[in-house]
């Protein structure tokens, strides 16, 4: 693990200076997203363009707020602006996706509910919504390599866990049947508990399915950070009423494990920074260490039919990544399902 001092210094270092880099980060008004926003505007000195995306403009607000001071009127207008249009700052192009959207109810383990398409809000949030975003945004981004410039698209949720990719109940349809509304607030719902077990695999297919013709080039990060606690910004989790000594016990635990939200931030920016020009899949945890990557030097073709070893071994177009929880097959099968949900 990186010294905090240490990795600030590099986060300064790594930042470009020869071009206006463009950061755009979904989910970024609260908890982690907003912190790696304010430490890419401190390490830039407000010279990027940073585009918020949230539901609270009173939150995105309070985030603009905490950039430096702009050295001149003009930059002003320009930070009040920039989320016009994704597409204005840079010319049409991207350098930095970072993909953390989740709601109230994707971080419970008690709750459950259906979104109007039909998707488990466990998984709207947190994989279907990231993976339409990254799949519209990468061709900005395929711009900004091309111009020589860097790129990465990070997903943060829980990487490095290995949970295999399911090949069925793809949308929780079955686990939503299968629960007890008897049981509603004595234990977790089985459908938010397989939300929240699936969530690391459904990203680590998002960071695999980014790798897809004309985009090996580019940097993909699925980074692990702590779940909902004290540091976080965001309740803890309850385990129900019947379970209330394991709740406390989880609490106390995370409450001294924990890392504040500025500092997170710090480690996360790190971990989208760190990689550079250098294209492939890089599975990181909390403080940006890596737990493994996998550099491509070739296109990345995902077949239903392909191999579907679930393995610490041949899981992503021939090699072995550490963590990973999919396989060509599976995250073939699972994109399938994804690009067939009706879009409203």
Request: proline share 6%.
């Given at each position: 693990?990186?010294?905090?001092?240490?990795?600030?210094?590099?986060?300064?270092?790594?930042?470009?200076?020869?071009?206006?880099?463009?950061?755009?980060?979904?989910?970024?008004?609260?908890?982690?997203?907003?912190?790696?926003?304010?430490?890419?505007?401190?390490?830039?000195?407000?010279?990027?363009?940073?585009?918020?995306?949230?539901?609270?403009?009173?939150?995105?607000?309070?985030?603009?707020?905490?950039?430096?001071?702009?050295?001149?009127?003009?930059?002003?207008?320009?930070?009040?602006?920039?989320?016009?249009?994704?597409?204005?700052?840079?010319?049409?192009?991207?350098?930095?996706?970072?993909?953390?959207?989740?709601?109230?109810?994707?971080?419970?383990?008690?709750?459950?509910?259906?979104?109007?398409?039909?998707?488990?809000?466990?998984?709207?949030?947190?994989?279907?919504?990231?993976?339409?975003?990254?799949?519209?945004?990468?061709?900005?981004?395929?711009?900004?390599?091309?111009?020589?410039?860097?790129?990465?698209?990070?997903?943060?949720?829980?990487?490095?866990?290995?949970?295999?990719?399911?090949?069925?109940?793809?949308?929780?349809?079955?686990?939503?049947?299968?629960?007890?509304?008897?049981?509603?607030?004595?234990?977790?719902?089985?459908?938010?508990?397989?939300?929240?077990?699936?969530?690391?695999?459904?990203?680590?297919?998002?960071?695999?399915?980014?790798?897809?013709?004309?985009?090996?080039?580019?940097?993909?990060?699925?980074?692990?950070?702590?779940?909902?606690?004290?540091?976080?910004?965001?309740?803890?989790?309850?385990?129900?009423?019947?379970?209330l000594p394991l709740t406390g016990l989880v609490r106390v635990l995370r409450y001294w494990t924990q890392i504040s939200l500025e500092d997170c931030g710090e480690?996360?920016?790190?971990?989208?920074?760190?990689?550079?020009?250098?294209g492939g899949v890089f599975l990181r945890g909390k403080h940006a260490d890596l737990i493994s990557s996998v550099a491509l030097d070739k296109e990345v073709v995902?077949?239903?039919?392909?191999?579907?070893?679930?393995?610490?071994?041949?899981?992503?177009?021939?090699?072995?990544?550490?963590?990973?929880?999919?396989?060509?097959?599976?995250?073939?099968?699972?994109?399938?399902?994804?690009?067939?949900?009706?879009?409203?």
């Open positions: 693990m990186p010294a905090l001092q240490e990795t600030k210094s590099a986060n300064a270092a790594l930042v470009p200076t020869s071009y206006t880099p463009v950061l755009i980060v979904v989910g970024g008004t609260s908890a982690i997203g907003a912190e790696v926003a304010k430490a890419f505007a401190r390490h830039t000195q407000g010279k990027a363009h940073i585009i918020i995306v949230g539901r609270s403009e009173r939150s995105a607000r309070a985030v603009l707020d905490a950039f430096p001071k702009p050295i001149s009127r003009g930059a002003r207008a320009r930070k009040e602006d920039q989320g016009k249009a994704a597409g204005a700052p840079g010319g049409g192009r991207i350098n930095y996706l970072f993909l953390s959207a989740s709601s109230p109810v994707s971080n419970s383990l008690m709750e459950a509910a259906v979104t109007k398409e039909g998707l488990s809000e466990h998984l709207a949030s947190k994989f279907f919504a990231r993976y339409l975003i990254a799949r519209e945004l990468l061709p900005l981004l395929a711009k900004a390599h091309e111009l020589d410039q860097v790129t990465s698209l990070m997903t943060v949720l829980a990487a490095g866990n290995a949970v295999p990719l399911p090949t069925t109940d793809l949308d929780l349809a079955e686990s939503r049947k299968a629960g007890r509304t008897w049981l509603d607030g004595a234990f977790p719902r089985l459908e938010a508990f397989k939300g929240m077990q699936y969530g690391g695999a459904y990203n680590d297919a998002l960071v695999a399915v980014s790798l897809l013709p004309r985009n090996e080039s580019l940097a993909q990060l699925h980074v692990h950070v702590p779940g909902p606690g004290p540091a976080s910004g965001k309740p803890g989790f309850t385990f129900g009423y019947l379970m480690y996360q920016l790190h971990a989208l920074l760190a990689p550079g020009k250098n995902l077949s239903e039919s392909g191999d579907d070893s679930i393995v610490s071994g041949v899981v992503l177009a021939g090699h072995a990544v550490a963590g990973y929880g999919g396989s060509d097959a599976r995250v073939a099968k699972l994109i399938h399902w994804t690009d067939g949900v009706p879009r409203n």
